[in-house]
């Protein structure tokens, strides 16, 4: 009986198999959040497209939207997708992601005044800003994930206008 005891200590048969048993966890959960982690940036990368092609479309409102309203449903339909009748799909996000904001800069300063003093260098802008909350498949608390184990992503387009 002893002498088998010593063959099977000495037996190296399967030890491979109990290293990538020891071992495969860990890559699993490595390959899951590199997987996760890939979508949260393509998610960023959603809403970056989805602003840029909406400030696009600042001189093509319809006369029956604002600039604003027009930005803000282009980027939603931008992200969103469309519906097979052509139509922009309403979720995930909805105009109440997207903020249009304004600028009046005066000689290269923002200026809070409606126009320029005279023989000041005027430009006009117009900035576009859409924000998602990412929830990943494995709410994991890195840096930059919410109580509510969200990821608050964020794309910002602009444009000169004047």
């Not at 890559?27 to 940036?41: E, R, S």
């Not at 097979?84 to 600028?103: L, Q, W």
Request: aromatic residues 4%.
């Amino acid at each position: 009986m002893i002498a088998r005891l010593r063959k099977l200590r000495r037996d190296e048969d399967g030890a491979a198999i109990i290293e990538l048993a020891m071992v495969a966890p860990v890559l699993a959960l490595m390959t899951i959040g590199v997987v996760d982690m890939a979508n949260g940036f393509g998610q960023k990368l959603k809403l970056e497209q989805a602003a840029q092609r909406s400030i696009e479309k600042i001189m093509q409102t319809t006369g029956v939207l604002t600039v604003e309203e027009t930005i803000a449903n282009e980027a939603v339909c931008q992200y969103n997708g469309h519906n097979d009748d052509g139509s922009c799909k309403t979720a995930p996000i909805t105009t109440a992601n997207v903020t249009v904001t304004h600028r009046l800069e005066c000689n290269g300063t923002v200026s809070t005044d409606p126009d320029c003093a005279s023989g000041q260098t005027e430009s006009r802008w117009i900035q576009v800003t859409v924000r998602h909350d990412y929830e990943p498949m494995f709410p994991i608390t890195f840096s930059g994930i919410d109580a509510d184990g969200k990821y608050k992503v964020e794309a910002v387009a602009g444009i000169r206008t004047q």
